[in-house]
């Protein structure tokens, strides 16, 4: 049995674990990390890359790495991670899940109390052997209990639709305060993320005190992990944990940069820092002799704003959705980011759903909050017959819904354009949902993968190219049917769906509901730089789903996507001379 993609990632995720709880250099550390990200990302089979010799294209896989990757794909183990689990055991990664405990704490418990898994911890927690460690103590030994316990309640990562709100509230929360002069959320949620660990706001201001105990005693506080001068933690209710700094203004720049991360960008960022002459924290840039030491002497330079950090390492303002060390860095310095696409761009939405199938509102209120929002044209596109859970249209509803769709679109007369359409569903066998003849009666035809998604990688790449080269069918939605946390992404060969995409001038769709965020940005990316036309769409199924839309455009962001890349950014008369082309 060959190790797949995921499962080749997962050894060099759990190798860059282990390589930090020995305390080997960061750099060897992020090597293994950025190349089980880059693996995760990598849209076709390693065995068909590297057979083609190409490995080394992936980004962060080099030389070393590709003959790890090829070794696995040879021999199904890594001899690397055998000796490194042979040095440090497993459990300690799964020991560094727990609140508080980092690389340090988990091979301390392991070098005084030989605790190698989360159990053998909790054992010695419970007879009261950890606060007798250095640096432990009861509260420290709770602390660990109490991480264990909250470890056990876990489900995973927190989905970004409800991370986000949640820290919203918290950071409008504080806010009120009048001590509060500024904050801002930071972490992977600021990044854009589709999958939260934890949150981390950032308040200035002159006086914690008060920002703290506002804080730690919301209604919503499940626990208090930590309650500090200028730093506490809690655990929410609903499992999440959130963490909140207060700093000083003058420090504000240094310090959202740095606690918004990535580790890798943020490694990138003190490399040039010290070409410059400086030492790059959390607090300041602190100027160096040419040994790279301190100079205590020297004034420090504290920066007000994230801009002002960036222009001072001669950089271009990098927006935290790129801060992944995936190019950035080296556009920044040649003054080539990109400039993203922003909610403003946006003139319309080409896939939503009525009461006609699954729907909650009519095809009118839907008219109306889209003209709320600022909409141009939008697409009302239920879904087809196959899919009866959602109350699919037969062919004769689907012609009866276009005719309303007129109708109500003559009604509202320049307000906004409705077009007529559909989103089909991709049958088992490869086929389409309705005939041609049906299909060229529409204005727009949406084809998505709802059914048969377990299929093998020659199955469901033949289903999308089958749908890409219908000459009826203007996009595909959400292309690669994930879902969180539940549903993984389709396998597909990403190589020939865009490649065909091109060819047929197929639009693939961004879906910005949270729950699927698909395509996700390192395929949009992709898409982008090869010419695929891209839409970003909310695929709402009632009003309040319309305003997923900045959902989705953080995912294309993330992506490095541009207005110019995407189509219903385009006027509506521009779109319809597309449409007229294509049919």
């Known amino acids: 049995m060959s190790l797949s993609n995921r499962e080749i990632a997962d050894i060099f995720e759990r190798c860059a674990d282990m390589l930090q709880i020995r305390g080997d250099n960061i750099h060897r550390v992020l090597s293994y990390r950025r190349a089980s990200e880059s693996i995760r990302a990598v849209p076709r089979d390693l065995r068909a890359i590297a057979s083609e010799s190409g490995l080394t294209d992936i980004s962060y896989v080099g030389k070393t790495i590709a003959s790890k990757i090829d070794e696995m794909l040879e021999t199904d183990q890594l001899e690397f991670y055998e000796r490194l689990k042979s040095e440090i055991p497993e459990g300690l990664v799964d020991i560094m899940h727990i609140n508080g405990v980092g690389p340090k704490k988990a091979k301390l418990f392991w070098d005084k109390l030989d605790i190698a898994s989360v159990p053998e911890l909790q054992t010695a927690a419970v007879a009261g052997k950890l606060a007798e460690l250095p640096g432990m103590g009861v509260k420290s030994q709770q602390k660990i209990l109490d991480g264990i316990e909250a470890l056990s309640r876990q489900t995973g990562r927190t989905n970004i639709g409800d991370a986000l709100p949640a820290a919203q509230l918290i950071l409008d929360l504080l806010l009120e305060l009048p001590q509060a002069e500024r904050g801002a959320l930071a972490g992977s949620i600021r990044r854009g993320r589709e999958t939260i660990g934890d949150v981390d706001i950032l308040i200035a201001s002159a006086d914690a005190a008060p920002i703290m105990h506002r804080f730690v005693s919301m209604e919503n506080v499940a626990r208090v992990l930590g309650h500090g001068p200028t730093k506490s933690s809690v655990e929410l209710l609903t499992g999440l944990q959130v963490d909140v700094r207060v700093l000083e203004r003058a420090r504000w720049g240094t310090a959202l940069n740095y606690f918004t991360g990535s580790l890798a960008h943020n490694v990138k960022m003190r490399q040039i820092a010290l070409e410059r002459g400086f030492s790059l924290n959390e607090h300041a840039l602190s100027p160096v002799d040419e040994d790279k030491n301190i100079i205590e002497s020297a004034k420090k330079i504290l920066c007000e704003s994230e801009e002002a950090l960036y222009a001072r390492l001669g950089l271009q303002y990098v927006p935290p959705e790129l801060r992944e060390d995936s190019g950035e860095i080296e556009a920044a310095r040649a003054n080539q980011l990109p400039t993203l696409i922003a909610l403003e761009d946006i003139k319309a939405d080409l896939h939503m759903h009525t009461t006609w199938s699954d729907g909650k509102h009519t095809i009118r209120e839907m008219a109306e909050a889209c003209i709320e929002r600022g909409r141009q044209y939008m697409v009302i596109t239920d879904h087809s017959r196959s899919l009866g859970i959602a109350n699919g249209l037969s062919i004769e ?69 089958n749908a890409i080269r219908n000459p009826h069918v203007d996009m595909i939605g959400h292309p690669s049917a994930r879902q969180f946390p539940n549903r993984e992404a389709v396998d597909a060969d990403w190589d020939e769906v865009l490649a065909a995409a091109k060819e047929h001038d197929t639009i693939l769709e961004i879906n910005a509901n ?33 305003d997923l839309m900045p959902y989705g455009l953080t995912n294309a962001r993330r992506g490095w996507v541009e207005a110019k890349h995407v189509m219903n950014t385009w006027s509506f008369d521009r779109f319809k001379a597309w449409l007229a082309n294509r049919h």
């Open 514 to 546: 949270p729950l699927r965020l698909d395509l996700k940005p390192e395929l949009a990316r992709l898409a982008k730089d090869r010419g695929v036309p891209l839409a970003i769409n909310t695929d709402a199924h009632r009003i309040s789903h319309l």
């Open 397 to 465: 509803r689907l012609l009866a819904q276009a005719e309303e769709v007129r109708q109500i679109n003559a009604e509202m007369g320049d307000r906004i354009q409705i077009l007529a359409g559909v989103e089909m569903d991709i049958k088992a066998d490869g086929e389409m949902d309705y005939p041609d003849e049906i299909l060229t009666q529409l204005d727009f035809v949406i084809a998505s993968l709802h059914s048969g998604l377990g299929q093998k990688r020659e199955q469901i790449t033949r289903r999308l190219l």
